[in-house]
């Protein structure tokens, strides 16, 4: 065992304590109510960051919730230049009342721990800090030049990280930015995930008469903005999840055989698949595998839709509106604003006189890959072999992290995507958890990634 595969393995409970009262804070960027608790998790990160001797640690308000900065940059000039980059902001909890234990009052069990943020994105930020103390405390210094940051406002789609980067592109330059926020591709099995997609998503509003109505007096007479709002979403998909959206496709980049032929060769289970999701059958674009189609293929869902009555029992109303939340994951090269503009187009083609609809673009981000040949990405194989004991595997991943985008233009600076989270960690719903293999694994691997790194 290496010294500092000694130190991890000898503060591991300390490790694991620590990440406990980093996950008590409800950190939720998207809750007005919970503002204060996205400044405290921030605050802890700070001082975090100082205990393991992290310098020029600062926090940077911004309009929204602060990100938080710091540095270590003694390795040389000929070393290079990392800046890790994450998220300590978490989703919301609802529905609250599926949580075997309240999201933010940790819980270890059979190896795991739940939490809200457990995987996404606080454990695995963690791992980095640690990793940063594994090195300073056995060494008293770092093999590269390691700049971190991390940010409050990932989940409701980083709106003012963009502006912060290009208002401090000196102290972000960097050679390569390094994210943990991403899965493996199977428990004991690493990997490596070079590519994103990107997110354009999208808000409908129908509104038809100008109060609810009783469903007697005015049914049959009076269009129903539900059942309007049903036809339009029927219209976006056709039965061979085809998007139906007028130049939806035009800027797609087709599968390569070769990638294809790649992500034949993943372990993948059709069967296992469904029976973990309990369901009877797939649904997804023709022509494609589910590989494909939750990864590198562009993809439409409703997240959500409201209108009329939801309470118990029955109540006769015509509503005067109803809604929907709809996202797109893009792929390469499609652009989330004009995504945005085609879906604008495409609904007030297809919407009938008799209601009003009002579309909103809420946000978005581009689609992002790493070229698998960078060099930044062979020391990562490396340290994940090394840490795991078997050769990792390559694929893409079907969320999206709209930042990394941002990062490549302008530093010019390609992500590695190093995730240590499971598919089946819950992340964005009720039980989230972290594999706790997984964490300490992940911290094995990420210092051990540094000293490769030395080496590029
Ligand atoms: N960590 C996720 C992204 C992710 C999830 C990558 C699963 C790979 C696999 C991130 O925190 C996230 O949830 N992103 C959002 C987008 C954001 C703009 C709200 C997403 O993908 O929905
Ligand atoms: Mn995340
Ligand atoms: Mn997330």
Same mark, same amino acid.
């Given at each position: ?341 085609? !879906? ?50 390559? !694929? ?61």
């Amino acid at each position: 065992m290496s010294e500092l595969d000694k130190y991890i393995d000898k503060n591991k409970n300390r490790f694991l304590e620590e990440l406990k009262e980093f996950l008590r804070i409800p950190s939720v960027s998207n809750e007005e109510k919970h503002a204060d608790d996205v400044k405290k998790a921030a605050n802890w990160l700070r001082d975090k960051l100082a205990d393991v001797g992290m310098e020029n640690i600062k926090i940077y308000e911004t309009d929204g919730h602060p990100i938080v900065y710091a540095d270590h940059l003694h390795a040389g000039n000929d070393k290079p230049v990392i800046l890790v980059y994450g998220h300590y902001d978490v989703q919301p909890v609802d529905p609250v009342e599926l949580w075997n234990a309240p999201p933010f009052e940790p819980v270890v069990k059979d190896g795991k721990i739940y939490a809200r943020g457990s995987a996404d994105d606080k454990g695995q930020i963690y791992i980095h800090v640690k990793s940063l103390e594994a090195h300073l405390n056995t060494n008293k210094k770092l093999p590269v030049n390691i700049k971190v940051i991390f940010e409050g406002e990932e989940e409701i789609g980083s709106p003012n990280l963009g502006k912060f980067i290009l208002n401090n592109k000196e102290l972000l330059k960097s050679d390569y930015v390094v994210i943990s926020d991403t899965s493996m591709y199977e428990k004991g099995l690493p990997s490596i995930c070079y590519g994103l997609r990107g997110l354009c998503f999208m808000q409908v509003e129908v509104t038809g008469p100008n109060r609810d109505l009783h469903s007697g007096t005015y049914g049959g007479g009076v269009d129903n903005p539900i059942n309007a709002l049903a036809k339009l979403i029927n219209q976006l998909k056709d039965n061979d999840g085809k998007i139906m959206i007028d130049g939806f496709y035009d800027d797609v980049v087709k599968l390569a055989k070769k990638e294809r032929d790649e992500f034949a060769r993943l372990p993948f289970d059709e069967k296992k698949y469904m029976k973990e999701l309990e369901v009877d059958g797939l649904f997804g674009e023709k022509g494609y595998t589910t590989i494909e189609r939750v990864s590198a293929r562009p993809t439409l869902d409703c997240n959500g839709i409201w209108g009329g009555y939801q309470g118990q029992g029955a109540k006769t109303v015509l509503p005067s509106v109803a809604g929907a939340k709809i996202s797109m994951r893009l792929v390469p090269n499609q652009n989330p604003e004009k995504i945005a503009e085609l !879906f604008e187009k495409y609904i007030k083609k297809i919407a009938p006189k008799s209601v009003k609809v009002k579309v909103t673009y809420l946000h978005g981000g581009m689609p992002s890959v790493t070229a698998i040949d960078t060099p930044a990405i062979k020391a990562a194989v490396k340290a994940l072999k090394n840490a795991f004991g078997v050769e990792p595997v390559y !694929f893409k991943e079907g969320g999206s992290i709209p930042i990394v985008n941002t990062f490549k233009e302008v530093l010019g600076a390609d992500a590695i995507l190093l995730g240590f989270g499971l598919s089946d960690d819950n992340i964005h719903s009720p039980n989230e958890k972290f594999d706790l293999e997984n964490f300490y694994k992940g911290i094995s691997t990420v210092t051990n990634y540094y000293e490769e790194l030395s080496k590029i």
